[in-house]
């Protein structure tokens, strides 16, 4: 579902799942699932290593829907974030745009919550 989510705002780029990697669900005004897979492109068969996305989803009475969908770029470590709410070993992308959006190296000053609405 997440990758429909992103092939339909990434025309050209449409990955198919190869593997779900880690996922964490928590609650908090609804069931939020934040997951990491693995995916390759549909269209380029030269390119067979997966690249490694990152998913919010959200459920609510209607379901489960899909509130982001990015592709990480593992070569960049520093573009890596972490939410606070989940496992370390569940990777986000560090400029945000999902719940509980916090970077990894936020000093314990400036720490804040980072929920908004
Ligand atoms: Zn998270």
């Given at each position: 579902m997440a990758l429909e989510h992103y092939n339909t705002t990434n025309q050209g780029d449409e990955h198919e799942l190869v593997e779900a990697v880690e996922s964490n669900a928590f609650v908090f005004n609804g069931v939020w699932i934040h997951a990491n897979f693995l995916a390759k492109p549909i269209a380029d068969s030269s390119c067979d290593v997966p690249n490694y996305f990152f998913a919010e989803l959200k459920s609510d009475y209607t379901g489960f829907y899909c509130l982001s969908c990015v592709k990480m770029?593992?070569?960049?470590?520093?573009?890596l974030g972490g939410c606070g709410l989940c496992p370390r070993q569940i990777m986000h992308p560090v400029d945000g745009g999902y719940r509980g959006a916090k970077p990894f190296n936020d000093s314990p000053t400036t720490e804040r919550c980072a929920f908004t609405f």
């Amino acid at each position: 579902m997440a990758l429909e989510h992103y092939n339909t705002t990434n025309q050209g780029d449409e990955h198919e799942l190869v593997e779900a990697v880690e996922s964490n669900a928590f609650v908090f005004n609804g069931v939020w699932i934040h997951a990491n897979f693995l995916a390759k492109p549909i269209a380029d068969s030269s390119c067979d290593v997966p690249n490694y996305f990152f998913a919010e989803l959200k459920s609510d009475y209607t379901g489960f829907y899909c509130l982001s969908c990015v592709k990480m770029d593992l070569g960049e470590p520093r573009k890596l974030g972490g939410c606070g709410l989940c496992p370390r070993q569940i990777m986000h992308p560090v400029d945000g745009g999902y719940r509980g959006a916090k970077p990894f190296n936020d000093s314990p000053t400036t720490e804040r919550c980072a929920f908004t609405f």
